[in-house]
């Protein structure tokens, strides 16, 4: 789907991570599901709306809409079922039994053990990132 407006944009992100969201819930990972929503559709949403917001953009700035709608829509189906494919070929009916992977206790151990450090980057690089829009906002002001 394409919209004209880039708040609107954002807003079907919100939409579009939420299904993500969904997608986790159905795979038995209700802890990764939260943390889905919580995380990518509380917190990176309101940040593209506030990046959007320090632009000083009008309200009537429109994204380009290109005309490739029928050719994102194939491919969008080819891809689906391209997917679907692998899926079926790759697992057909078993059922996967045993731990649970999605629970709180096995990705708080992975989180703790393993990847610690790229956590700890990862939240230094979003510091940097804020602190520089924060900064570009701040000298355009003074134009």
């Known amino acids: 789907m394409t ?31 939260w943390v889905q929503v919580l995380v990518y559709v509380g917190s990176v949403v309101v940040l593209v709306i506030f990046a959007l917001m320090l632009t000083r953009q009008g309200a009537g700035t429109t994204a380009e809409v290109t ?3 029928w050719i994102a829509a194939v491919l ?13 070929a790759g697992f057909g009916g078993q059922r996967i039994e ?31 990132a804020l602190v520089g829009a924060i900064v570009i906002a701040r000298s355009g002001s003074n134009r």
């Not at 969008?76 to 079926?88: D, E, H, N, R, W």
């Open 98 to 128: 045993g731990r649970r992977i999605g629970t709180a206790a096995s990705i708080g151990e992975a989180l703790f053990t393993d990847w610690v450090l790229p956590f700890e980057i990862l939240s230094g690089v979003l510091l940097a």
């Open 76 to 88: 969008g189906l080819v891809a689906a079922v391209g997917l679907g494919a692998t899926m079926i």
């Open 3 to 33: 919209c004209r407006q880039l708040v609107h944009a954002a807003l079907w992100l919100v939409v579009t991570l939420g299904a993500v969201a969904g997608c986790f819930v159905l795979m038995t990972a209700e802890f990764v599901a």
């Open 67 to 69: 005309g490739n709608r």
